[in-house]
């Protein structure tokens, strides 16, 4: 793939002073049946396909990009950006802009389902193919938008991590330390990723309080930042002086941006041995700040996430897979978690100094069923990355079964 080490490090440190995000899990598998609506099915030579995301150039958002760009030189076909900064208007514009430029299909990180209300109307009414990333529509909370998706021939799916077992888990990795009055910072209120971490976070509190009667921990009520790294820096601010014994701070996500301001505000405050911090959202420095302890852990490495969702609406606009009125399918992508220098440093190998998939294997998985593209999916891992790089398995293995 040519991705050297010194690139991906040079397009993530450069991005360190932008803003966005936080990354965003089986439903319905298919490949059904039933004709392709809109025109006839498009040639790999002219398709178009769009990204709406928050920032092509903060430290996650530049991953997408890295690895979107390199989907669309492998099969051939054009993108084209939109970055909305997870503002509301700018987000259902963004949809309009690149429908308006031609885009056959569009993967979109929104920030809240209710702008998949215009998302899915514009792309209904433009006969141009849909699907989400990092992101999923609550079947519970916005029920109405839910069924507009379901209902539509032209939204193809939703491609997201289990946010609340990432939270569970982030949360375990502190009470394992040792921790327990914890902080926590959040993003926007109703950020449907930022709600599934939340009640991950909550869980595991629970949990732990339940089988440890004598032993209780807490979580404070959540700061909420923004997607800055000055709105994360005030946060961890404001929790540490609201709370003296504060021994473990969560900032939630936003792309990066706010885990380092907050990171710099405990090391202002001289508590980086003080304060152990989790987080999502991979930085370019992680190996080093698990090394030095300014973090405890964090769950990442989910780049890979719009992969999928540009293969499944680069399949619907070929008309590859079809059918997509009546169904919604939800497609699940699994978040890696570290904890140590060590673990980040096999990680850095197979997602860093390499990207996880060469050319010839995105064709191989552009060319497989729904099914077969969700197992695959689901294998990946550091242990996966470095298998198939030494050859010891290959895609097709990982796409006979989930792991």
């Known amino acids: 793939m040519g991705i050297g080490k010194k690139v991906l490090s040079t397009i993530l440190c ?3 002073a932008v803003t966005m995000l936080a990354g965003c899990g089986g439903g319905s598998s298919s490949t059904a049946s039933g004709s392709k609506a809109g025109s006839t099915p498009t040639t790999t030579d002219n398709i178009k396909i769009g990204v709406s995301i928050w920032s092509s150039t903060d430290v996650l958002g530049s991953q997408c990009k890295l690895i979107c760009d390199e989907a669309a030189k492998a099969l051939g076909v054009s993108v084209q950006y939109v970055d909305q900064g997870h503002v509301s208007e700018k987000v259902t514009a963004s949809v309009e802009q690149l429908a308006a430029a031609g885009c056959q299909g569009i993967i979109i990180c929104n920030s809240s389902d209710t702008e998949m209300t215009s ?15 990092f992101r999923i529509i609550n079947k519970d909370n916005s029920a109405d938008i839910y069924k507009a998706a379901t209902d539509s021939p032209y939204y193809v799916a939703a491609v997201h991590e289990n946010e609340v077992e990432n939270g569970e ?10 921790d327990r009055d914890i902080g926590l910072i959040g993003w926007e209120q109703g950020d449907a990723t930022w709600l599934g971490r939340y009640e991950g976070y909550q869980n595991g509190v629970d949990a732990w309080n339940k089988a440890n009667p004598n032993d209780q921990a807490k979580l404070s009520e959540p ?5 800055s790294s000055d709105g994360g820096a005030k946060a961890a601010n404001a929790l540490m002086s609201a709370d003296p014994n504060l021994d473990a701070i969560i900032p939630a996500g936003g792309g990066g941006d706010p885990l380092q301001g907050a990171i710099a505000a405990i090391e202002s ?25 300014s973090m405890a852990g964090e769950s990442g490495g989910h780049y890979c996430d719009p992969l999928f969702s540009f293969l499944l609406t680069y399949n619907a606009v070929r008309g590859k897979y079809t059918g997509f009125e009546g169904q919604f399918n939800d497609f699940k992508f699994p978040y890696l978690f570290v904890s140590s220098a060590d673990d980040y440093a096999e ?4 997602f860093v100094d390499q990207l996880p998939y060469t050319d010839d294997e995105i064709k191989q998985m552009a060319d497989m069923s729904l099914e077969e593209l969700q197992n695959v999916a689901s294998n990946l891992s550091i242990e996966d990355a470095k298998a198939r790089a030494e050859g010891t398995k290959t895609i097709a293995d990982d796409a006979k079964s989930a792991s």
């Open 14 to 16: 450069a991005s360190t």
């Open 119 to 133: 998302a899915i109307k514009t792309c209904n009414d433009n006969k141009v193919y849909l699907s989400q990333f």
């Open 169 to 178: 888990k982030l949360v375990q990795i502190l009470l394992d330390k040792g």
């Open 223 to 227: 700061q909420y930042a923004g997607t």
């Open 269 to 293: 405050a001289g508590k980086t041995k003080d304060i152990d911090v989790v987080s999502t959202d991979f930085l370019p420095d992680l190996g080093d700040r698990l090394a030095n302890g």
């Open 347 to 350: 990680y850095e190998k197979y």
